[in-house]
C-alpha cells in the first residue's frame, strides 16, 4: 500500500459538527436489514435506510458522513457541501447528488435526502458479524477481516468486501498527570513491557511512584487486533499486563481523562489537550506528536475500512463514493485528523465500487 508521507498537521483546529436534521433523522431510523446486491433489490427502493455499525474508530467518518448525507444541503451551502469547492459541477443538493449518480430520486429538499443514513458505534468484531448476519449495509472496521476471524478460511471471508477509506494513526496516549509528571516519551520496547505485564510501575520510567494502569480496547476490537500486531507482533499476543477493556475509542478516553496513571493505545481522532499523546521511539527513530504521526512512515498506522457483504449494491456504492470523493475525503477524513488516501489508492478504491448508471 502506498500513501503520500506527508498531510497537513494534525494539530490544525477540528470541525466536528453534526447537521440537527441529519441526528433527527438517523435517531428515527431502527429495525433496518442489510441489503441485496445490485440496482432494483427492495433495499436499493429508497424507501430504506442504509445502515453502518462497526469500529469506533471508523464511526468519526460514516457518522458525519451520514449526518451530513441526511441533511441533504443545497448546492449554495459552502459550508456543507459547495460541490464548486471540489470540481463538481451540479446545482443539486448534497445527498441528492450522489444518490443520483445511482440512479435515485431527488428529493429536492434539505434534510430529506433520497433514502437516510443510519450509523451504529459498536467495534469492529461486531460490525462485522453484524454484516455478515445481514443486520447492516456496511461493517466499519479498523483492521482487516482476516485479521479479525484468523482462524476462518479464506472461503469464509470471500464474501467480505473490503472499501479502504481513510488511514489511521495509532498513538499511545497517558494521564494528563503523568504527562506532566514528564512521561512524554517511551520506547515500544517500554510499551511491550507494560502490556506483557513486565513493568508494572511509573517510576521503572523516570515518572511518579504509580502503579501502570494498562488500558486496552476490547478483544475483537480492530484497534486492539491492529495493536497487538504492530506492536506486540501477533494479533492473537497475549496481554497479561492490561487491567482493564473498553469497548470503544470514546470510552477509553474518558477513563484515562479521569485517571491519573493511565496508559492506553487508541484512534488519532480522539487525541486532544485533555488526552495527551507520547512521542515513541520505534527501532531508534524517534515519532514525535504530531507532525511525525499524520505519515505513512509511522510504523503503527492502519488501513479504515468499510465492508460491504458480497460486492456492493448501488445504495452502498452511492455512499462509499461520497466519502472516497475528494468532498468526502476532506470532509469526513482529515476534519476527523486520519489521513486521506493518496491519489492512486483513492482511485483504486473508486474502481472497485459498481458503475454509476446516470
Not at 494479533?235 to 479521569?258: C, F, H, I, S
Not at 492502519?302 to 470523493?325: N, V
Amino acid at each position: 500500500m502506498t500513501q503520500d508521507s506527508e498531510r497537513p498537521s494534525v494539530a490544525v483546529s477540528r470541525r466536528k459538527m453534526i447537521l440537527a436534521t441529519g441526528a433527527a433523522g438517523v435517531a428515527s431510523l431502527a429495525g433496518c436489514l442489510g441489503g441485496d446486491e445490485g440496482t432494483g433489490s427492495a433495499d436499493d427502493s429508497g424507501t430504506a435506510p442504509l445502515t453502518a455499525d462497526g469500529s469506533s474508530t471508523v464511526y468519526p467518518i460514516t457518522s458525519r458522513g451520514g449526518s451530513l448525507w441526511n441533511g441533504n444541503a443545497p448546492a449554495s451551502d459552502e459550508e456543507y457541501w459547495g460541490p464548486s469547492q471540489y470540481g463538481i459541477e451540479t446545482d443539486k443538493n448534497m445527498a441528492d447528488y450522489w444518490a443520483g449518480l445511482y440512479g435515485f430520486e431527488p428529493s429536492g429538499e434539505e434534510g430529506t435526502p433520497p433514502f437516510f443514513v443510519s450509523v451504529g458505534l459498536n467495534h469492529t468484531g461486531v460490525g462485522l458479524e453484524k454484516l455478515e448476519k445481514g443486520q447492516v449495509d456496511i461493517g466499519d472496521a479498523s483492521a482487516p477481516v482476516s485479521a479479525e476471524f484468523p482462524d476462518r478460511p479464506e472461503s469464509e471471508l470471500e464474501p467480505f468486501t473490503d472499501h479502504v477509506v481513510a488511514i489511521d494513526a495509532q498513538p499511545i496516549i497517558v494521564s494528563s498527570e503523568l504527562y506532566e509528571a514528564g512521561i512524554t516519551q517511551l520506547t515500544l520496547s517500554d510499551i511491550q513491557d507494560i502490556y506483557r505485564g513486565n513493568v508494572t510501575n511509573w517510576s521503572e520510567f523516570g515518572g511518579p511512584d504509580k502503579e501502570i494502569q494498562a488500558v486496552g480496547r476490547a478483544v475483537g476490537s480492530g484497534t486492539d487486533t491492529s495493536f497487538r500486531a504492530n506492536v506486540l507482533g501477533d494479533p492473537d499476543a497475549e496481554m497479561p499486563g492490561v487491567d482493564t477493556r473498553k469497548g470503544q475509542n470514546q470510552q477509553v478516553k474518558t477513563l484515562v481523562d479521569n485517571s491519573d496513571n493511565a496508559i492506553a493505545y487508541i484512534a488519532l481522532a480522539f487525541v486532544d489537550d485533555a488526552t495527551p499523546a507520547i512521542d515513541l521511539e520505534i527501532e531508534g527513530t524517534l515519532y514525535e506528536y504530531p507532525d511525525d504521526f499524520g505519515t505513512l512512515d509511522y510504523p503503527l498506522s492502519r488501513a479504515l475500512h468499510c465492508y460491504t457483504w458480497d460486492g456492493t449494491s448501488d445504495k452502498e456504492a452511492a455512499f462509499l463514493r461520497m466519502i472516497l470523493s475528494d468532498y468526502g475525503q476532506q470532509m469526513f477524513v482529515e476534519t476527523n485528523d486520519y489521513l486521506p488516501l493518496n491519489d492512486d489508492r483513492r482511485q483504486a478504491e473508486i474502481d472497485k465500487l459498481p458503475e454509476p448508471s446516470n
